[in-house]
């Protein structure tokens, strides 16, 4: 049985994010979207916020989990029993980062396979931080998020 954490901040998470824990959970026997409490990014929503709103997200996908974790991902992937780490690849912007972290990870743990799958085109140049963007200055996130998270996006913002 092969499991798969696609980690991330999710900060929101987007339908580019969607894409590729779909299509991770086709390809595996289950992902788990292990949503990152501590990142150095200062998040629009709480650990809980993000964690429910991957939730809700990924309902429809019958062998998807969420979980939130603190700390190093080897170190969850570890407490998991996992050996495998998906992540997505968009612009050649995201190749440099990913590959330092990949770099690191495998210092950290040899054992953890990170793998990617390319975003498609209409997702390439999608980030949470655009989405973010976009919804503070009133714009329409409906293309790139769910009906929910942009509920939450609007929500935020109506607060600030
Ligand atoms: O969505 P992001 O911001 O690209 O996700 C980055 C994430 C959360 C996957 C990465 O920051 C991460 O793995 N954080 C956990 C802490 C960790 O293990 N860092 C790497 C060694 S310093």
Request: glycine share 4%; aromatic share 8%.
């Amino acid at each position: 049985m092969t499991i798969a954490l696609t980690p991330g901040t999710f900060d929101p998470i987007t339908r580019g994010h969607l894409d590729i824990i779909s299509r991770a959970s086709t390809l595996m026997d289950e992902v788990i979207v292990a949503v990152a409490e501590s990142t150095p990014k200062h998040t629009l929503f709480s650990i809980e916020e993000r964690t429910e709103l991957a939730k809700q997200a990924t309902t429809h996908m019958d062998n998807v989990r969420v979980i939130s974790f603190d700390g190093l991902l080897v170190d969850f992937a570890r407490k998991m029993g996992v050996s495998v780490v998906v992540k997505g690849l968009r612009a050649i912007t995201d190749f440099e980062y990913e590959f330092q972290m990949n770099a690191i990870n495998q210092q950290l743990d040899y054992r953890l396979e990170t793998t990617f799958i390319m975003s498609p085109p209409e997702y390439m140049y999608l980030s949470s931080s655009i989405v973010r963007e976009l919804a503070a200055l009133g714009g329409d996130v409906s293309k790139f998020v769910t009906p929910e998270v942009a509920e939450a996006l609007k929500f935020k913002f109506s607060d600030m």
